[in-house]
């Protein structure tokens, strides 16, 4: 099944305390983003990837880090995560091609003490 | 700058149809999307349009496109239960890589 997944589905955590949401498909897609969902504010794109070892700064990029290895695989980091990074946070990927249909992984809800 | 703006809520009786509307600010997006969000959910392509065409219809869906007013809306036939989600309206700007989403209107479908 086509699919995009990630892990933790929810996580809670302190101030500070570093982690790792992982982000994978299985669709050999090229693009891979990440967003954060806040009430009001729709979703924001915080780091996008256009392929293995190319990643670009979103619209809300400041406390967050990426990596791109592989292909199917797109880790969002948080070295020092802070409370206003309490979110919900969604990864995406799509071919490259111009329709750009983006599908959605179920999303990691985090809340940062 | 890039805008994408749609009113927040709307609520309809069962059986009746819905319109959600969608203003954006970028005339150069050649798509137009919109996807569907369920509760506990990730986002879902419902539809999208591409910027030549002024409509769209798919089954109880209808997309219209006004270009002249950067103006999109989603019309739901006949709207069910199953259709209470939040439906977010979407453009990617010309020479960007990324989706610039509305905040969302969430459908509410009561009997």
């Known amino acids: 099944e086509a699919q995009v997944t990630q892990n933790p589905r929810y996580l809670i955590t302190v101030t500070g305390k570093k982690l790792t949401v992982t982000c994978s498909q299985n669709?050999?897609?090229?693009?891979m983003s990440w967003y954060r969902q806040d009430p009001g504010l729709g979703l924001r794109q915080i780091y996008y990837?256009?392929?293995?070892?190319?990643?670009d700064k979103g619209d809300v990029p400041e406390g967050y880090k990426v990596s791109r290895k592989e292909k199917r695989n797109f880790p969002l980091i948080l070295e020092s995560p802070s409370p206003n990074q309490t979110s919900l946070y969604f990864c995406?990927?799509?071919?490259?091609?111009?329709?750009?249909?983006?599908?959605f992984g179920p999303g990691t809800r985090l809340t940062v003490l | 700058g890039e805008d994408v703006e749609q009113s927040l809520f709307l609520s309809v009786r069962e059986g009746d149809s819905s319109v959600i509307n969608c203003t954006y600010t970028d005339s150069s997006s050649t798509y137009l999307y919109w996807y569907k969000q369920e509760p506990g959910a990730g986002l879902q392509l419902l539809t999208y349009?591409?910027?030549?065409?002024d409509m769209k219809q798919d089954q109880r869906l209808t997309v219209l496109l006004n270009k002249k007013d950067k103006h999109l809306s989603l019309r739901i036939a006949d709207t069910q239960t199953g259709d209470s989600a939040i439906y977010f309206c979407a453009e990617i700007p010309g020479g960007y890589n990324k989706l610039i989403f509305g905040a969302g209107t969430r459908l509410a479908v009561h009997p």
């Open positions: 990837s256009m392929n293995v070892e190319v990643t």
């Open positions: 669709m050999n897609h090229e693009y």
């Open positions: 995406a990927s799509s071919s490259s091609g111009s329709y750009n249909e983006q599908f």
């Open positions: 349009i591409f910027s030549n065409m």
